[in-house]
């Protein structure tokens, strides 16, 4: 039943609003007036996390449609914690970004709900039954809390020293498999966060779940941007021999081309009808440079998820790997593909709080570091040309989800270069 209800979330501070809503101390919400958009009296809606992640059941109790000006000071302290002068700046601060003719006489919904269901203290009492099964993993249970991390999956911190995941999706229970493999494959790599146990007889909960070692420290984002030069190619440099550690097995080469080429002529498929035929000539006519681009190199099993985020520091100053789900057999480059693209977007995979600080001059050097000390890089033809096309997969996946002109234009962009590299016949040889 819940899959059926809508979800919704605050336009501002949501994250932190959820929680206010969670302990009952914020009752209200306010939005623009849209006529096509008003609650209704006795509606049920699923307010979510900013990573899209159930928080509780809401049931809409009173709706007022009025002017700004009339939300009077008693009835915004259902909507915040904060006094009304506060209140109402920030909305008038945001409904001005939303909707530049935004003044005190412009319409807004006013919606008073209740909490019917508390979604996040559902899933606690599952963690503390998987807890109650493996107490010869856990030993006494003194504090168990959620991680509001991972969309399809429900995360918990048990003692601070062990992380419970819970695949919530039945669909992504293969990913758990994929996961449970990459720590197998590296149970002697200090670098990885060892398993303790994966468990998919669904005999305790109906659940798929892993226990795994909690790493105690900040990703790389935290660090980065305070480093110097010399301390960030010190750190690649580290990095890298951690990749070659994971990266060293070989398995057996299978069509990579065919696959990417399958991969984007389905993306292509699902967004047509957002491209001119101009921009559509463009995408198909680079599709046709990748046979020669993507000539397999060597087939390993690789992270598949590697960003900065997915990569701590912990307290001893050692690297840590986190977030296996997307490990793959893969050529060894493809894992390098979103580092690569932090030079341009280094903000991409950081959380809110650090996004601000990751600015591109300090990523400039970063791939050519890599290349340094990952020498059999350079011996990968078309290196460059392959990164552009697995961008251009990355942001045509997203397309077909989110739609917006960015997105689009980043396709056609990586078109082109791939296109440019043939007229320019940096891909002859």
């Not at 302990?23 to 007036?33: C, E, P, V, W």
């Not at 915040?80 to 970004?97: A, M, P, R, V």
């Not at 893969?330 to 990751?358: C, G, H, N, T, V």
Request: proline share 2%.
């Amino acid at each position: 039943m819940n899959n059926e209800l809508k979800t919704w979330h605050f336009d501002i501070d949501n994250d932190k609003l959820v929680q206010l809503v969670l302990s009952g101390k914020k009752t209200a919400s306010i939005s623009l007036y849209e006529k096509n958009n008003i609650p209704k009296i006795g509606e049920e809606k699923i307010l979510t996390f900013d990573n899209e992640k159930k928080a509780c059941i809401t049931k809409t109790n009173k709706v007022i449609i009025t002017e700004f000006k009339n939300i009077t000071e008693k009835l915004s302290s259902l909507d915040s914690e904060d006094n009304y002068e506060n209140w109402q700046k920030t909305h008038i601060d945001y409904f001005k970004l939303a909707n530049p003719t935004f003044n005190e006489g412009t319409k807004v919904i006013f919606e008073i709900f209740e909490v019917k269901e508390n979604l996040v203290k559902q899933r606690l009492e599952l963690a503390k039954t998987i807890t109650k099964a493996n107490s010869d993993i856990f030993g006494e249970i003194k504090k168990v809390e959620e991680v509001n991390a991972g969309f399809n999956n429900s995360i918990f911190s048990v003692n601070g020293k062990y992380i419970i995941k819970v695949c919530g999706n039945k669909e992504k229970e293969d990913l758990f498999d994929i996961e449970a493999n990459f720590y197998n494959s590296n149970q002697n790599n200090e670098s990885i966060p060892v398993l303790y146990k994966y468990d998919a007889s669904k005999e305790i909960v109906p659940y798929v779940y892993e226990i795994i070692e909690k790493v105690t420290g900040k990703s790389v984002y935290y660090h980065w941007y305070k480093m110097n030069e010399l301390q960030r190619e010190t750190f690649i440099k580290y990095l890298v021999l951690v990749l070659k550690n994971i990266h060293l097995k070989e398995y057996p080469a299978y069509d990579w081309c065919g696959e990417i080429k399958e991969k984007v002529l389905s993306y292509f498929k699902q967004t047509e009808d957002l491209f001119t035929e101009e921009e559509k000539g463009i995408i198909l006519n680079a599709t046709d440079k990748y046979d020669k681009v993507l000539a397999d190199n060597r087939f390993c099993l690789i992270h598949g998820d590697l960003h900065f985020d997915n990569v701590l520091i912990d307290n001893d100053k050692k690297i840590k790997l986190i977030d296996f789900n997307d490990s793959v057999v893969a050529p060894f480059d493809y894992d390098l593909r979103l580092l690569y693209r932090s030079i341009k977007e280094p903000w991409k995979w950081a959380d809110i709080q650090m996004d601000p600080y990751q600015k591109p001059e300090d990523y400039k050097n970063l791939f050519e570091y890599i290349k340094r000390y990952y020498e059999e890089l350079n011996d990968v033809d078309y290196l460059e040309e392959r990164m552009l096309i697995y961008s251009m997969v990355d942001d045509f996946r997203l397309l077909t989800r989110l739609k917006n002109d960015e997105l689009k234009e980043n396709v056609i962009a990586y078109s082109k270069e791939i296109l440019n590299a043939f007229k320019n016949k940096t891909l002859v040889k």
